[in-house]
């Protein structure tokens, strides 16, 4: 699809509605699917039959009782070690090989067994996902499916609620995805019938994404579906949840705004609430919106709760929002990398005045190749996204500061580039998926292990996908080699002859010095970049008061530091209070100035109250 239409559609074309479905049904709130009882029992029925199954066949076979037993209470003791009151099953092949058993054709597995004996081909789910859902993934090109996906899939398919921790890049969205389109399928849901499926996702980028990947599975679907995000069209949004739209992709701000404001949303037919990106939304700040949102929906539902990394804050809003036995679905749990296998990642050692040289050496050497630059401020991103263009080396910037029209154009122009460069901030470090980005490049280091493990994600992404992953540290920053150690993150030196790195200091200097605006924008970076170091959380490693201004400055193109006060909008300090108002920002109330009289009311009366002026 052609960029201008991609970004044109975003605001405007955000919900795909079926003309036809449209038309013949009207929008009555309350109205529930045509689900008959019978029907409601079959959902149920197979988990029942399937524990049946398994005790006639523990007392059938005699030998491998033993063997089970044994694998049963091994199962036990995992259960008790975990936080909760979590179900772990590590190999939801379980319920794939029950089945197996009952097919006399097929060969029996022992319990257990994973590998290359189970088929994780698309279509072995021809017996439980819907040819239309089929044909969407034929489509879209996929044949096999990943781990996160072979182990989610079957299990909520079946109503099971799910917890779910995989690496990014693994196949999260299609494994949340096909559940819950087929679930709308099989409930035969309507336009009347309201929203039957809610994804949250923390960006609005990566919900695009994620209605993108959507729009794609729904092609040969009737049912509707749409994109509900800040920034975008609200009266358009409330039209189309007027009419009904079965599965709604939204981040939380804008989603609780609905819920709390529009009386046409239908959402009491509620069947699945799925979280993407569980840990980076509380990261964000929608802690309080996502408990709100939880208290507004149906209590009866299927939950899917699915996230890169597991932390307390997510196990705090599992409890919340899950039944209490969920499934835990953890595919990263045994293995020797945080991060996936195709990627290379290193660091390099570079004292401060020589960062954005080495920076700017490193990209002009690379810029045929696709780069992801991380930076730690909106203002960063700004400066170097204009200095780079004005030197003649063309590069792309998204940061949160930005409209979200410039934020769309620049993702989907990136994506859909060969080779680029993008300079962003961690709002890029999250569920993108970017098509064969060739380097991440932290030029500001990550504030954590987790913030690290996010970032490279956006490379060496699916089945067999290759990446190189480059951090630049300061010599007083190697403690993060620690951290990211123990999170189980392998990194070795990158070497860099330094008498290859261009040396173009004096020429920055004059530069900065003499153009205005680039002086402008660099003294705001510069102050950014300060204010970000001071509110790094790891403060052992990242101190603000171990910074040499002198050689900092020098990165940014000042021979003498600008001055930066801590304690105005920095972590420490305090807000900004508002004083008074008008175009003097409170100065006549701050000073206690009397206006004179310069307004006379002719005909004013004594019983008018209208003041013109003191």
């Not at 959902?43 to 049946?52: F, L, N, T």
């Not at 570079?350 to 960062?355: H, L, V």
């Amino acid at each position: 699809m052609p960029l201008e239409n991609a970004v044109e559609n975003v605001s405007e074309e955000f919900c795909n509605v079926s003309e036809t479905a449209m038309k013949d049904h009207k929008v009555t709130e309350g109205e529930l699917p045509d689900v008959t009882k019978a029907e409601e029992r079959e959902c149920k029925q197979p988990g029942m039959k399937k524990k049946k199954k398994k005790k006639r066949k523990t007392e059938n076979c005699a030998e491998n009782g033993g063997k089970k037993a044994k694998i049963e209470e091994e199962d036990l003791e995992t259960q008790k070690a975990l936080p909760g009151n979590l179900k772990v099953e590590e190999n939801a092949e379980d319920l794939t090989e029950e089945e197996a058993s009952d097919d006399a054709d097929g060969p029996v597995l022992p319990l257990g067994l994973t590998g290359a004996f189970e088929d994780t081909s698309f279509e072995s789910l021809n017996d439980l996902v819907s040819e239309n859902t089929l044909k969407g993934i034929a489509d879209m090109g996929f044949t096999h499916m990943t781990e996160i996906q072979h182990k989610s899939i079957k299990p909520l398919l079946e109503g099971r609620d799910i917890l779910a921790a995989a690496k990014t890049g693994s196949g999260k969205t299609l494994a949340f995805l096909i559940p819950a389109i087929e679930l709308i399928y099989k409930l035969k849901f309507m336009p009347r019938n309201g929203t039957g499926v809610l994804i949250l996702s923390p960006t609005r980028e990566l919900a695009m994404q994620t209605y993108g990947v959507l729009k794609e599975l729904m092609t040969h679907h009737v049912h509707t579906y749409g994109l509900i995000m800040g920034g975008s069209n609200r009266s358009v949004e409330v039209q189309k949840l007027g009419n009904g739209i079965n599965i709604i992709v939204a981040t939380p701000g804008r989603l609780l705004d609905h819920l709390q404001n529009t009386p046409g949303f239908m959402y009491k037919n509620l069947q699945c609430l799925v979280i993407d990106e569980a840990d980076r939304i509380l990261e964000v700040g929608f802690e309080e919106e996502m408990k709100q949102i939880i208290k507004l929906l149906p209590k009866r539902r299927q939950t899917m709760l699915f996230s890169a990394t597991q932390t307390r804050k997510v196990e705090d809003l599992a409890r919340i929002s899950l039944k209490k036995e969920p499934l835990y679905v953890g595919v990263d749990d045994n293995k020797e990398t945080a991060t996936v296998e195709g990627l290379e990642q290193g660091y390099v050692i570079c004292p401060s005045e020589k960062r954005f040289l080495l920076l700017f050496t490193f990209l002009k050497k690379n810029r045929k190749k696709k780069l992801m630059v991380f930076f730690s401020s909106c203002m960063s991103v700004k400066y170097h996204y204009e200095l780079l263009n004005y030197i003649d080396l063309p590069v792309l910037a998204i940061h949160g500061k930005q409209k979200q029209t410039k934020r769309t154009t620049t993702f989907f122009q990136f994506c859909n580039a060969d080779s680029g460069i993008l300079l962003c901030t961690d709002v890029a470090a999250r569920g993108l998926d970017i098509p064969e980005v060739d380097w991440i490049v932290q030029y500001d280091p990550p504030d954590d292990p987790k913030e690290y493990i996010h970032r490279v994600g956006r490379t060496a992404r699916g089945i067999n996908g290759r990446g190189h992953a480059l951090l630049i540290l300061r010599p007083e920053e190697l403690g993060f080699l620690r951290y990211l150690k123990q999170a189980r993150v392998p990194l070795s030196e990158y070497e860099f002859s330094w008498s290859k790195i261009s040396d173009i200091q004096s020429q920055l200097e004059k530069l900065i010095e003499k153009n205005y605006f680039l002086h402008k924008s660099a003294q705001e970076a510069y102050k950014a970049y300060i204010r970000a170091y001071d509110s790094h959380s790891l403060k052992q490693i990242y101190n603000v008061h171990n910074l040499d201004l002198l050689k900092v400055a020098l990165s940014f193109g000042f021979k003498v530091p600008p001055f930066v006060d801590l304690n105005v909008n920095s972590s420490h300090g305090k807000r900004l209070q508002r004083r008074g108002g008008g175009g003097g920002f409170g100065y006549q109330k701050a000073k206690n100035v009397q206006k004179s009289k310069i307004f006379k009311h002719i005909n004013k009366k004594k019983s008018d109250n209208r003041q013109f002026s003191r």
